[in-house]
């Protein structure tokens, strides 16, 4: 495998954790996370297409049967946490528990696969998991961050939105300080949102690696494909759960934000 | 690993996703499991609604049943009281027949016995005459005495 040959462990793990990208500084686009995110989006995109021909109110069947699945587990979570009925929230967190969980999913698809394939072709870098990109991680967070504040406004409007920065949690007497800390309340939302999502697949992935790593030493084979297996397991979980706590933070940081101050 | 302009491709891949999902995977799906929950809620309904039914054609059809066993009863009872009228009908009938039977012959016989009577008178009579005769010696001159005969059997 890739640890063979002249590289290094740290130079293999270097090598794996490095973006096939194009331009340079901050306009730099990582082509592989875009196109992995894509890839799952079409996955998707895919599987509904398929249901379409034969959506059916009668007994549900194969793609159907299992994206109710999914719409009656997150309905369930969404409806429980965010008591007005929304058209977005649902939607919105369904998207976000189905495509971190593909993305992060990725994780699951043996480290050197995709690379080694890729490497046939003359493709040198490539990383497939997009969660493991603070781009695609803050992406998300971003885009419910924005809808915090949109909802925020939209229903305490913009001068309740104000209030909740002057006069939360301490009152009125302490007015600076209710700013310093609404405001970092606020951004902590999406600044958590990124980071534990990041955090935990980037350590995920980098165990993967570690593990690969042991292939260097003949005899550590076993152990090291009975790592692989154990942590692959257990990995299902974290992808899992990541993505379920993704889904439901931000449910619940957009049903603080639809509440009006009285409600606090 | 610093943030880069992934980021923005990453928000509108999300934003194209998240209307990709609320039109062609939510919508969709919400829509057809509500019609499925109409469906159970209304099919429960007709079944409770058709339980309902039959406990009703069941108690209707006990009435009736029970109402056929009293016609039933009634019918025994009439057919019954009818074969005993109809039996003693019978009976006077045949008393009445042999009665009447028992007259005419008894009619009969008398009508015959005075037959015979009035035959035995006329031989009588005839035999008497020739009797008196044969004791007189001579022809009765049966004009001369045909009324004094027609009295003598009168008499007998």
Known sequence: ?264 | MSINATLFVQMITFALFVWFTMKFVWTPLTKVMDERNQRITDGLSAAEKGQRAEEDAKTQAQLEISKAKEQAIEILSKTEKRKTEIIEEAKNDAKAEAERIIVAAKAEIEQEVNRAREQLRTQVASIAMAGAAKVLGKEIDEKAHADLLGQLVKEI
Not at chain 1, 90 to 107: E, G, H, K, Q, S
Request: hydrophobic content about 55%; charged content about 10%; overall charge neutral.
């Open chain 1, 1 to 264: 495998m890739a640890a063979s040959g002249d590289l290094t462990s740290v130079e293999y793990i270097q090598h794996h954790l490095k973006n096939n990208s194009i331009g340079d500084g901050f306009w730099t686009l990582n082509l592989d996370t875009i196109i992995f995110g894509w890839l799952t989006f079409a996955l998707v995109a895919f599987a509904a297409f398929r249901m379409r021909k034969s959506l059916t109110a009668g007994t549900p069947s194969g793609i159907q049967s299992f994206l109710e699945l999914i719409v009656e587990f997150v309905g369930g979570q969404v409806k429980s946490i965010f008591t007005e009925a929304n058209k977005l929230v649902a939607p919105l967190a369904m998207t976000i528990f189905v495509w971190v969980f593909l993305m992060n999913a990725m994780d699951l698809i043996p480290v050197d696969l995709i690379p080694k394939i890729l490497s046939w072709f003359g493709v040198d870098y490539v990383k497939p998991v997009p969660t493991t990109d603070l781009g695609t991680t803050f992406a998300l967070a971003i885009s419910v961050f924005a809808i915090i504040i949109y909802y925020n406004i939209k229903f305490k409007g913009p001068i309740g939105y104000i209030k909740m920065f002057l006069f939360h949690p301490f009152g009125k007497w302490l007015m600076p300080v209710n700013i310093i800390m609404t405001t970092i309340e606020e951004l902590a939302k999406p600044v958590s949102l990124g980071l534990r999502l990041f955090g935990n697949m980037f350590a995920g992935e980098l165990l993967f690696l570690l593990i690969a790593t042991l292939i260097v030493i003949q005899a550590l084979i076993p152990l090291q494909i009975v790592l692989g297996l154990g942590w692959a397991i257990f990995h299902i979980l974290v992808i899992t759960l990541q993505a379920f706590i993704f889904m439901l933070l931000s449910t619940v940081y957009l049903s603080l934000a639809s509440q009006t101050l009285d409600d606090h």
